[in-house]
């Protein structure tokens, strides 16, 4: 993704979404949203809501999220990546102290999770803060059709426990210039495939949808929905069921474009934003819940499916189920 580190607002670009201007976490409700067609979107019924909307998901230059512009879903809490302070006022007594975790993938160090949370003074409810600092060297190769050993490129993660929860809050915070912005994010558990009009990469490819509908539904438990992995961008249509992503209440998946490596549309963004996400709680939390951060690469290039499966924090009681 290239990293566009011009704070100028695109005028141009504010006409692709009608909330580009809101900070704050933004509610997803079980129910999700009702949409009408338009370009690159069908009408339907969506757990999704578009966040950043320059750089078309990162095949091209994006414009970070200030407290002026292309802040939707953005907040500013300051203390960057070491968690000191909740973004949201009312929830913002500390259950914990920022933690950091190696996350291990095919025998070596894919990155860093850092995790923190923050409980209201009733104890009902919590917020999670989750970021990921993706390491720049490894042998690993998570493209072999290209030479040399390319790193994993991340565009979705997926974070779960929050079944419980009938209107999550979520968000994220852009903490730097090796930050990702987060495009787009959803009630959902499956991540939907996106790629660039091969003749202009600051629109999605035919087909390719900007929220995906509930119908028809990917089959339970499905990770990421598309047409695969392409020779290139954009040469393959997809079908209208393989950009669909049911409505998920146990997640919530973040859009993001990140890799340690150098991505294939040209410079890189190493690392993700924090993500947040503000559900129901009782106070207190479980500090591992097995499988419920799930990074993705979704080939928005020529990259194959892979899904990594590491551990998180959650409230107390959550599962990782779909």
């Known amino acids: 993704m290239r ?47 578009e966040c950043n909307t320059t750089g078309n998901y990162g095949s091209d230059s994006y414009t970070a999220p200030t407290t002026g512009a292309n802040n939707n879903c953005a907040v500013f809490p300051g203390g960057q990546r070491n968690l000191t302070t909740s973004p949201v006022s009312t929830v913002a007594t500390a259950v914990n102290t920022r933690t950091t975790t190696s996350i291990t993938a095919n025998g070596e160090t894919l990155g860093t999770l850092g995790q923190r949370a923050w409980r209201n003074t009733a104890n009902t409810q919590c917020i999670f803060a989750k970021y990921i600092d993706f390491a720049t060297s490894g042998t690993f190769d998570y493209n072999p059709s290209l030479s040399g050993s390319q790193r994993l ?4 993660v997926a974070l779960g426990g929050y079944s419980a929860t009938a209107t999550v809050n979520a968000g994220y915070y852009h903490t730097s210039t090796t930050d990702s912005p987060v495009f787009r994010m959803g009630r959902a558990f499956t991540s939907v495939q996106m790629q660039a009009d091969p003749s202009n990469s600051l629109n999605p490819a035919t087909g390719f949808v900007r929220r995906p509908v509930n119908s028809p539904a990917p089959a339970s438990g499905t990770e990421i929905n598309g047409v695969g ?76 499916w892979v899904t990594v499966l590491t551990s998180g924090q959650a409230p107390n009681s959550a599962n990782a189920n779909f």
Do not use: K, M
């Not at 933004?26 to 370009?39: E, I, K, Q, R």
């Not at 490129?153 to 979705?156: A, G, I, K």
């Not at 947040?276 to 709680?281: G, M, P, R």
């Open 229 to 304: 992995q392409t020779a290139s961008p954009g040469t393959i249509v997809p079908t209208a069921a393989q950009q669909t992503s049911e409505i998920r209440t146990n997640w919530v998946d973040f859009t993001l474009d990140n890799t340690g490596g150098v991505d294939e549309d040209g410079t890189s963004s190493q690392n993700s934003p924090v993500l947040y996400v503000q559900s129901d709680c009782n106070g207190t939390i479980t500090n591992s819940l097995a499988s419920s951060v799930r990074i993705r690469q979704t080939g928005q290039e020529t990259q194959p």
């Open 153 to 156: 490129e991340t565009n979705d």
């Open 3 to 49: 990293n566009q580190l011009i704070q100028l607002a695109v005028i141009a670009a504010l006409s692709v979404s009608a909330n580009v201007n809101a900070t704050g976490l933004v509610a997803l409700p079980t129910a999700g949203f009702t949409v009408t067609a338009g370009s690159n979107q069908v009408a339907g019924t969506t757990g999704w809501v």
